[in-house]
């Protein structure tokens, strides 16, 4: 008799340890198994009427450069876009921007409305690059490396304390490799 009230006892003990332990972590810490490698192969055109896209050579000239994903339909999107785009005129660093799964006109009218901070600008309209950089929804950025290699991946819209305190100090830890 007291083992029936003993095994569901034990079962709640653990389902209450594993619960707690999922709330202390931080759901925006979702690991990428592209960390470390080298960029998937890819060639997107530009968002008209811009006319730099975004390709994987793009990405192996040398310099580490921020690749931020976006789309027009966003909301999200809206909240980090001023700081990309002070992060752009400050120079520290080239943001490049892959509209994901977006109409192109649809981002030209919301890079027009906001501004547009990147350099060169490809669209992936119906997702398929996304998936090989293993994009899970916008915003999401990425830090690649000058020889083409990812460096880390920033899921969610990025914060002032996500730019100063995660973001800028990997790209100075890239450079000085």
Not at 131 to 152: A, K
């Given at each position: 008799m007291r083992l029936g009230y003993i095994v569901p006892i034990a079962v709640f003990i653990v389902f209450a340890i594993a619960l707690g332990i999922g709330l202390t972590l931080n759901p925006r810490d979702i690991p990428s198994a592209l960390i470390g490698k080298s960029i998937p192969a890819f060639d997107l055109p530009a968002v008209p009427p811009r006319s730099l896209g975004l390709a994987t050579d793009d990405l192996k000239k040398g310099d580490v450069v921020l690749i931020n994903v976006f789309a027009s339909w966003c909301v999200a999107c809206r909240v980090e876009h001023p700081l990309l785009m002070e992060l752009a005129r400050s120079g520290v660093v080239q943001v490049y921007g892959l509209a994901y799964k977006d109409a192109p006109e649809n981002s030209d009218r919301w890079l027009g409305q906001f501004g547009d901070p990147y350099t060169r600008t490809g669209v992936d309209r119906d997702g398929r690059?996304?998936?090989?950089?293993?994009?899970?929804?916008?915003?999401?950025?990425?830090?690649?490396?000058?020889?083409?290699?990812?460096?880390?991946?920033h899921i969610g819209p990025i914060s002032p304390a996500d730019l100063q305190n995660k973001i800028l100090p990997l790209i100075a830890q890239a450079r000085a490799q």
């Open positions: 690059v996304g998936i090989d950089w293993g994009i899970y929804g916008v915003p999401e950025t990425f830090i690649v490396s000058g020889d083409g290699r990812i460096i880390d991946k």
